[in-house]
């Protein structure tokens, strides 16, 4: 989920009745608290392709969220010494669990248990960019400037987070209604798909991205809900078994790829240069450049500095 996103929904969540509550300093403690995981960013950007594979490790698992608590729980208590550090505790956890959750809602996935295993948990249900949060959110922000009592402000912030969490709920349905149009397209069919992985595409839950792995190729469907049928948009070869393909994916670097892509195209060049890119980033109705792509130059087992 985007940054606006995770800070509209902090402070929405703070707003609906936890501000009243705790008093100033609310607000704000949410506000960070459902960004703070995100600084894995600063390192994940630093250095090339392996470190963007640990976006949404380290600072995003169960395990570490009670240490980032305790840590915006300390240095808020500095500013704000009314509200004792148990409950700034409380609140900095309430902002860290929400942004999994809102991150866990899109395809990228987050590994929730990290250090003890590295499987990435995912909804894969909501776009990482989604207008629909930001207007759910943004509504109360404006609707509260008109309201002067203060309980009835708190009762809008609390409409707009359950309008949000209703249309999360649809979302995760669409999704789970937009694989069985996938799945449906391959019954009675003599040779179904290996892998079927569904993402969500942009603008709205009413149409989804499915890449089903047959043979040698990925059949990339596009998944209309709302006319109840998913059809193919393109077919992507894989040159997953070519010999030389095998040698990059066996060594350290290709089976890092491999535990991180979702659905992985290997293509292998004239030259031999091996390339491995992921599906999962790339849209059928925008297209835009694959952030994602890994090239091995010819005769090597190392990717190429970018």
Known sequence: ??????????????????????????TLTLAIASNLPDVDALYAWWDGWDRFMLRRTHTHSLVTLPLLAAALALAMRARYRH?????????????????????LANAFGVVLLWPFTRARFELASVFIVDPAIW?????????GRFVADGARRDRVYLAAVGALALYVVLCVGARARAEVLAWDRYVGKRRGPSSLRVFPEPAGPHRFRAAARVGDEWEVQ??????????VAERVRTDADLPRVREVRASGH?????????????TLHP???????????QSVTVRRRNPFVVTFPPGSVVPAER
């Open 222 to 231: 596009l998944c209309h809900l709302l006319g109840g049928r998913a059809e």
């Open 1 to 26: 989920m985007d940054n606006l996103a995770h800070t509209l929904i902090g402070v929405g969540v703070a707003r609906a009745g936890l501000s009243r509550r705790y008093g100033p300093g609310t």
């Open 254 to 266: 290709g089976r890092a790829l491999e535990w991180f892509m979702a659905a992985p195209v290997w």
């Open 271 to 281: 030259d031999g240069t091996v390339e491995a890119r992921d599906l999962r980033f």
């Open 83 to 103: 509200i004792p550090w148990k409950d700034l505790f409380g609140l900095s956890a309430v902002g860290l669990l929400l942004h999994d959750f809102f991150d």
């Open 135 to 143: 207007l759910l959110m943004l509504a109360p922000l404006v609707a």
